[in-house]
């Protein structure tokens, strides 16, 4: 089954303690990205990658790292979380320019 | 960047009745505009997507049509049934991005 894996699906931390969330896609995509979503403010794009070792920033990168080491694992990194991180996170997967695009179930983080 | 906005932010219907949601983007360089339903507690799931080359494209009891002159794009949805309400989204891509509308709220009473 196509799939975009994340985890975990929920976590609360505290400020500025480290955490990864994961993301895995079983589809041979180029093309992943990180979105953040917040009411009111829809997704917005935080990092993307074309591909292994090609990684961009996206709208809102401050405060996120991402890397791109094996095709199919897009890890989204917050060094120091901060309350304003507190969002919904979604992993998304596609082929060129994001055709079929599919998304994660999404990560709830909240950051107190 | 690319711009995408999308009317209105809330839309409610009927059971039965027509609902259309229509979204403008501001990058011509922009060719594939995927719409995505977004049910309480789930990711945005692939609804429908028209490519640049295409007017109109119907699946079932949903259209989405494009006028790359004008630069918007919509979805249609004909016999809406109670299951239809959640959050839709479109959305424009680009080389390197997707970039999304703000959402749309379809409520529809029985």
């Known amino acids: 089954e196509a799939q975009v894996t994340q985890n975990p699906r929920y976590l609360i931390t505290v400020t500025g303690k480290k955490l990864t969330v994961t993301c895995s896609q079983n589809?041979?995509?180029?093309?992943m990205s990180w979105y953040r979503q917040d009411p009111g403010l829809g997704l917005r794009q935080i990092y993307y990658?074309?591909?292994?070792?090609?990684?961009d920033k996206g709208d809102v990168p401050e405060g996120y790292k991402v890397s791109r080491k094996e095709k199919r694992n897009f890890p989204l990194i917050l060094e120091s979380p901060s309350p304003n991180q507190t969002s919904l996170y979604f992993c998304?997967?596609?082929?060129?320019?994001?055709?079929?695009?599919?998304f994660g179930q999404g990560t709830r983080l909240t950051v107190v | 960047g690319e711009n995408v906005e999308q009317h209105p932010s809330t839309l409610s219907v009927q059971e039965g009745d027509s609902a259309v949601i229509k979204c403008t983007y501001s990058?011509?360089?922009?060719?594939?505009f995927p719409w995505y339903k977004q049910e309480l507690g789930k990711g945005p799931q692939l609804i429908i997507d028209?490519?640049?080359?295409?007017g109109e494209k119907k699946d079932q009891r949903i259209a989405v049509t494009l006028n790359k002159t004008a630069k918007h794009f919509s979805l249609h949805i004909t016999e809406t049934q109670p299951e239809d309400s959640a959050v839709y989204f479109c959305?424009?891509?680009?080389?390197?991005?997707?970039?999304f509308g703000k959402g749309t709220m379809l409520l529809v009473s029985p």
């Open positions: 998304v997967s596609g082929t060129y320019r994001y055709t079929e695009a599919f």
């Open positions: 589809m041979n995509h180029e093309y």
């Open positions: 990658s074309m591909n292994v070792e090609a990684t």
């Open positions: 990058d011509s360089a922009s060719n594939y």
């Open positions: 028209i490519r640049s080359n295409v």
């Open positions: 959305a424009a891509s680009g080389y390197s991005t997707l970039t």
